[in-house]
């Protein structure tokens, strides 16, 4: 349980530190988040939401809208964003719906 929360913890520090470092240094900020990932796999927890948005699902890259990703609403049928990462070209597909999601 506390070995969780000190995680999460670290992870929350690293994401930060990957975020203030994209521009300066992004293979930092790369590396920051290859061992955040890797905490969150020790200790068996999903990163946050907010944090997985910001990885690749296809290169496992740290991605930022307005620097690496590109982010797209799209607002017809099912309301999504699509997020389309500018290193390996995949995108992702987010639901808007947040009430009654599946
Ligand atoms: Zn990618």
């Not at 203030?20 to 293979?27: A, N, Q």
């Not at 307005?66 to 607002?75: D, E, L, M, S």
């Amino acid at each position: 349980m506390s070995e969780k929360i000190i995680a999460l913890r670290r992870i929350r520090t690293l994401f930060n530190l990957a975020r203030e470092m994209i521009h300066s240094r992004p293979d930092l900020s790369q590396r920051y988040v290859d061992i955040a990932r890797r905490i969150a796999m020790r200790v068996r927890i999903h990163l946050p939401r907010e944090y997985r948005l910001l990885i690749c699902r296809h290169c496992k890259g740290f991605i930022m809208p307005g620097v690496n990703c590109r982010v797209r609403v799209q607002p017809r049928r099912e309301p999504h964003v699509v997020i389309t990462c500018l290193n390996c070209g995949g995108f992702m597909r987010i639901p808007l719906r947040r009430r009654g999601s599946k």
